[in-house]
């Protein structure tokens, strides 16, 4: 699969449209911009093709840099241009962008490796992939270390943040390896907010100088870390709302994203033997009970629990999961 290269953002990035990406870049590409400090600001864009923040802020960009040098270098991935231009997140057939990085067999893993060492080679300041989600999301940034520099990017961004390291596959863990990295969810791809709030961050670490090496105030940073999926049952109906079907989630839960629900809060109602709605950790391993009861048909909290990318679109969660659990996670006071 082809990279392109280039060495300037160009200006014609401002009269086009998102679905037409490929007019300025026709292949995925790796943009370097010379800047006054040396060690880039590595973005990582369009690694789902229909979430369309991390191209404003690539147009942000050429509006300021396309004839200035910025005060960082930058190296700026842009990904998945094929799905831009048919404005989905990948087309059939095709890997996901964002599963490409920890190696493998086949051109697209051969060019994430590619990109992969020449920011290595550059000696990245920080990294920074930008991305949209489908649900009534607050924004928040994604880390995969604990050390203090990635802490303080995500909290520039957002005070909350999520902690994982699963999958093992992404971008901004693979970029953990050799500088800070967060990846950051900005709401819808329509939600303006997002949109400045992303330009805001990148155009912050564009001008620092040094990240810094204590942590953060938890009152600056708040972190969870996921300790489950919420699925439906494979052949079960659902819907929110009752509708007649298998499981009827309420219609309240996609406002209840990152907000701690308390026990006996009501998720949905289902007459089926077993309930549709399950939980499952990271291995698969069944932990519905530590989280749901049925009363009668009322499917309900048994404890405490925060969901968070809970989306309404029925056919992810079909495809994918309803959201996940997570719960708030202490983060030390100082990491060697
Ligand atoms: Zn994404």
Known sequence: MRLDRLNHLPAQLLDIAPREIRRVFPHPTLITVE??????????????GNETTSFYVLQDLARRYAHTPPPRSLMIFVGNVDAAEAGVRRLPGQHDFNRIWAGGDGPLFELAQTV???????RPFASIDIHNNTGTNPHYGCVNSMRPAALHLA??????????????????????????????????????????QAINLVDAVLHMDHLPERMPAPSDLTLYETVGRVV?????????????????????????????MPAGAIWGHSLCSRSPLRVYDENDVDLTDQFF?????????????????????????????????????????IVQ
Do not use: K, W
């Open 116 to 122: 992969l060492q020449t920011a290595r080679d550059a």
């Open 293 to 333: 009861s049925r009363h009668d048909a009322t499917i309900q909290l048994t404890r405490a629990a925060t969901p968070a990318m809970i989306t309404p679109d029925l056919e992810v969660i079909r495809q994918d999961c309803l959201c996940y659990l997570m719960q708030p996670l202490p983060y030390p006071e």
């Open 155 to 196: 909290a520039l961004f957002s005070r909350i943040g999520v902690y994982y390291r699963n999958p093992l596959t992404t971008q901004s863990l693979a970029f953990t390896a050799f500088c800070p990295a967060v990846t950051i969810e900005c709401g819808r791809p329509d939600d303006a907010a997002g949109v400045t």
């Open 232 to 260: 439906v049952d494979e052949g079960r109906s659902f819907s929110f709302g009752d509708n007649g079907t298998d499981l009827a989630l309420s219609t309240e839960l996609g406002r209840m994203n990152f907000s701690e």
């Open 35 to 48: 800047g006054r400090h040396r060690e880039p600001l590595f973005l990582a864009t369009v690694l789902h």
